[in-house]
């Protein structure tokens, strides 16, 4: 699943175009790595979110393409 997907998924992020345009300015790391919007993520990966206020590190548990509302939660951890 793409990464821009999966924030939008998660509920992390709340459009894909946000997500997408925060990969563009290099706000979101894969594993210590600058992810792209295409980029794939993997069960396991470690997603990192910089943020005005600091950092926000998450491992993904679940890359299911449909997601309820209820069980956003479900699909990562935080770290």
Do not use: Q
């Amino acid at each position: 699943m793409r990464i821009d997907k999966f924030l939008k998924n998660s509920r992390i992020i709340k459009r894909r175009t946000l997500a997408k345009e925060a990969c563009e300015k290099h706000r979101i790391l894969l594993n210590d790595r600058i992810a792209k919007p295409g980029t794939e993520v993997n069960v396991g990966d470690i997603i990192t979110l910089k943020f005005a206020a600091g950092e926000k590190r998450i491992k993904v548990l679940d890359v299911s393409e449909h997601v309820s509302k209820a069980s956003s939660l479900d699909i990562y951890e935080e770290l």
